[in-house]
């Protein structure tokens, strides 16, 4: 029964750095498809594409780290998550949603910035009604 027992805690620390590549990987690859999705959207030249995707991944990277600190990732409920708690997750995203505003701004015309922030608009949206669901509202 010891090496039993044993076995199943060898195989559990072989199995973790495994998932945990996965994960990592899940998280890049979710990140690629929003950064080309919005290339896409707002039909990016290729001078732009140059200048807003390093804009776009850091600003999507920090606001995922953000969400997972609170309980939030893709595929998972977030737990029991109070308005409080949500309040205080929205702050803490406010600068970085802030920064890559002004950022874009300097790269992307009018009528992108627009399509932009409508864009994030239809994002956040999603998210409030992805997490009312999994909270059972």
Known sequence: MKIFAALILISSFALAPTAMARQSTDRAQAIEDQVTDLQNRLQLTEEQQALVEPILRAQLETSRAIMEDYGFSPGTSGGNVDRRKMRSMSKELEPGRK????????????????????IQDERRARMRNDIKRRMGR
């Open 99 to 118: 920064q890559a505003e002004r950022d874009l701004a300097e790269v992307l015309t009018d009528e992108q910035m627009d399509q932009y922030r409508d």
